[in-house]
């Protein structure tokens, strides 16, 4: 029962720290290169960006991520589009722009 418990315990730690060193890189990450919002540039983005109200935005990515066009305000709803490197995008129903 004891060696069991030991076992157990030792899987959990190890299980815990594996999902540590998985997760914390991520968490860390930015794009390198440009992203450019409505001629407004941003170097090296990460996080959520806002997209304009009035106007169809445009999305230029010359970053090496694959950026996320979102339906909310603030990166949440549903993905109106990927844009990958190298592409342009005029955003018809995206309200804000997830660099992941």
Sequence with gaps: ??????????LGAWLAAAALAVAVPNTAYAAHGVL???????QDPRG???????????????TDSVVQVRAGTTCAGPVE???VPGETYAA???RSVLVP
């Design 1 to 10: 029962m004891k060696q069991r418990r030991t076992t157990t315990t030792v």
């Design 36 to 42: 450019i919002i409505d001629g407004a540039a941003y």
């Design 48 to 62: 959520c960006l806002p997209l304009g109200d009035f106007v169809q935005p445009v999305v230029t990515n010359y």
């Design 81 to 83: 589009k990927f844009v």
């Design 92 to 94: 018809l129903g995206g």
